[in-house]
């Protein structure tokens, strides 16, 4: 079997410990495995509730992800392994938004409950605070109005952090299509929040 740990550079301790686990993992360790869905589930979900409808779908194609991920194990060809299975995870939301071809009135119910977002600093006045969660509430509404392959450009790019390559590697079209979704995505962002820009000032 291919030893995964020559396939990347060790140097970093957390790619490391992913790389022993996978390892060990696809010699029929399922505990190892399982210590890769502690270490990820909660980075994951946090990944596609931005694409999906709700909290129930998002957390389904999370779990559909991982069962993906031990399901393939054997095509890992080494690299980062948050990256391999973020690029699992995205294609699970993909066809999670696939399977709702119709979008109810209120696609996004799970964005009026700001519980999920990370809790503000113990210094943050009530003004603040407020203002916070309105900005988080006003903007999730208008992802929620452009296309879903805008949105999945949008999140992984401006939010995630991940460059042009590696978002066309995990939704399988080239560069210049994701710098395209990217590109009218935040400008129908820019319409759809015009009349609002004010909060978003200062």
């Known amino acids: 079997m291919e030893d995964l740990r020559a ?6 301790p957390v790619q490391r410990r992913d790389l022993i686990l996978l390892e060990r993992a ?3 360790d399922l505990a190892a495995f399982n210590d890769l869905v502690v270490a990820y589930q909660d980075m994951l979900f946090a990944l596609v509730v931005r694409m999906v409808p709700d909290r129930d779908s998002a957390s389904d194609a999370v779990q559909e ?3 993906s991920a031990y399901r393939n194990m054997a095509g890992f060809r080494g690299g980062s392994v948050k990256s391999w299975l973020s690029r699992i995870a995205i294609n699970a939301a993909m066809d999670a938004q696939r399977l709702k071809k ?3 009135a209120d696609p996004y119910p799970e964005l009026e409950d ?3 977002q990370p809790p503000a600093d113990a210094s943050a006045d009530p003004v603040t605070t407020a203002l916070t969660a ?3 509430r006003t903007l999730n509404r208008a992802m929620a109005q452009i296309t879903n392959d805008q949105r999945t450009a949008i999140v992984l790019y401006d939010v995630e952090g991940f460059d042009y390559a590696e978002i066309a590697e995990m939704t399988g079209v080239s560069v210049g299509t994701v710098k395209s979704r990217i590109h009218r ?8 929040l015009l009349d609002r820009m004010d909060i978003f000032r200062g």
């Open 26 to 28: 696809r010699e029929g």
């Open 114 to 116: 700001d519980t999920w």
């Open 65 to 67: 992800a991982f069962f």
């Open 7 to 12: 396939t990347a550079v060790i140097d970093d």
């Open 102 to 104: 119709r979008r109810p």
């Open 134 to 136: 309105e900005r988080h």
């Open 185 to 192: 995505g935040r400008l129908a962002l820019r319409v759809l």
